[in-house]
Every structure is written in structure tokens, then in C-alpha cells.
């Protein structure tokens, strides 16, 4: 009986080793799944979803899935309405990135963040450098992004993080 009390006691005092890919994986992962689908324009549709999954929590896949059916419901209800999300959702720049470079990755127990250094160059004007966050969670199955924290500064940016712009998007749009 005392071998099974320190057994389960040792089991619940050891550090946890962290299941499948690292924060850096999962982020570079998820930029590359990114420039795949350049250029990012509004709520990614069901295949780019799909492609983004594997790096993302539930919770933000969930939020995608609801902003993708709430624009859907929107569209339908407002045929000549643009779009409740217009122009790249992922990044703090209206355009998207041309270029990221992810940083650095830091942890702090079941969550870290990962700092995506951006640029936007569109070759006639002087290339827009920025720094976004992405925020992970610890998981069932490893390191996933649940969150994008917009770091841009300029007059347009996209500001706070990805998914209050999500949940103001299903808001918006009745849903």
C-alpha cells in the first residue's frame, strides 16, 4: 500500500513532460500554414480552417467554425453586404505578411507565448516591420495556439487579440 502511495505521489509531483511538438514547432507550423493560404483575406473557409487546425486550441478552432458559420448566415441574410471580417485575421496588417521569422518562445507552466517577428513588403513602398504574439496552451495533445495579440501601432491595424475580433465578428453578425 505505501509502494502505490508514493507511486501516485511521485506521478503527481513530477513535472509533466510536454506531449508532441514544441511551442516553436507548433508556431512555425502555424506560419507556415499561413503564407500557404497568403493572401489571408477575412474568416479562412473550410479548407484553410482545416489546415490551420492541427495548430490551434479547441477553443480557437471553435471560434473560427463560429465566425465561418456566422458570416455564412450573414451573407445569406445580406447578399450585396461585404464581409463581417474583411482583410487578414491572423496578423496585425490589413494585407497580411509577406515575410515571419518566429522569434522566440517562452513558457510559463501551461501556457507561453511565442513572439512572430512580420514584415509586409509589397516592393514600391518601404517594407512595414511589426511584432506579434501568439499565446499557447498546454494540451491533451501538446503546445496549441489559442490566441494572436496584434502588435501593430500604425493608424489601421488590427488591434488587441484574435479572438475578442472573432467573437465581436459572430456578435456583429447576429450570432
Not at 133 to 156: H, P, S
Request: hydrophobic letters at 40%; proline letters at 5%; a neutral charge.
Amino acid at each position: 500500500m505505501k509502494t502505490i502511495a508514493w507511486l501516485i505521489a511521485a506521478l503527481i509531483l513530477a513535472p509533466t513532460a510536454a506531449a508532441g511538438p514544441s511551442m516553436m514547432d507548433v508556431a512555425q507550423g502555424f506560419y507556415g500554414a499561413y503564407t500557404a493560404s497568403q493572401p489571408s483575406d477575412g474568416i479562412p473557409d473550410k479548407g484553410q480552417r482545416a489546415r490551420y487546425a492541427p495548430y490551434l486550441s479547441a477553443e480557437l478552432n471553435g471560434l473560427l467554425d463560429q465566425a465561418a458559420a456566422a458570416q455564412a448566415r450573414f451573407q445569406k441574410d445580406n447578399k450585396f453586404a461585404p464581409p463581417i471580417v474583411d482583410g487578414d485575421l491572423f496578423t496585425s496588417m490589413y494585407e497580411g505578411a509577406t515575410a515571419v521569422r518566429v522569434a522566440d518562445c517562452r513558457a510559463e507552466g501551461r501556457t507561453g507565448t511565442c513572439r512572430a517577428e512580420l514584415t509586409y513588403d509589397d516592393r514600391h513602398d518601404a517594407p512595414v516591420r511589426w511584432t506579434d504574439m501568439l499565446y499557447l496552451v498546454m494540451t491533451a495533445q501538446g503546445w496549441r495556439i489559442d490566441d494572436v495579440g496584434y502588435g501593430g501601432n500604425w493608424k489601421y491595424s488590427n488591434r488587441g487579440r484574435l479572438t475578442a475580433t472573432l467573437r465581436q465578428a459572430i456578435a456583429n453578425a447576429g450570432g
